[in-house]
C-alpha cells in the first residue's frame, strides 16, 4: 500500500501506464477536459495516449468547446482527480514507476 500522495498533475508522469488507464477510464469525460485545459504539452500527451483515439479526438473537441476555463473550474478539476488518484494510491491498485523521492 502507497503512503505517497500527490498535488500536483506533473506527478501523474510517474504512475504506470494501467494506472493512468484505470484513473482516465473512471473520470467524467468534462472534467478530463477541464484538466487537461492549460496542462503542460507532456501531460496532455500522457492522457491522450492513453485513451482510445475516438477519446482523444472528442477531448480535443470538448477543450475547444469549452473554450477558455476559468482557473477556479480547473483547479477544482484537477483537485477532484487528484483526489481520485490519491485514493487510488494508498488501496495500492496503482503505484508509482520509482520511488516517490526521484519525483521531488
Known amino acids: 500500500m502507497s503512503l505517497e500522495k500527490i498535488n500536483s498533475i506533473e506527478y501523474l508522469k510517474r504512475i504506470h501506464r494501467g494506472g493512468i488507464q484505470l484513473i ?3 473520470t467524467d469525460q468534462k472534467d478530463l477536459a477541464f484538466i487537461l485545459s492549460n496542462a ?3 501531460i496532455v500527451n500522457l492522457f491522450m ?3 482510445s ?3 482523444a479526438t472528442k477531448l480535443e473537441e470538448d ?3 469549452y473554450g477558455e476555463i476559468s482557473e477556479g473550474k480547473i483547479a477544482e478539476a ?3 482527480f487528484l483526489d481520485h488518484v490519491n485514493r487510488r494510491l494508498s488501496t495500492g491498485e496503482i ?3 520509482e520511488p516517490w523521492n526521484s519525483c521531488i
Open 49 to 51: 495516449n492513453n485513451v
Open 53 to 55: 483515439k475516438r477519446l
Open 40 to 42: 503542460p504539452k507532456d
Open 78 to 80: 484537477r483537485s477532484k
Open 24 to 26: 482516465l477510464g473512471k
Open 63 to 65: 477543450i475547444v468547446f
Open 95 to 97: 503505484a508509482f514507476l
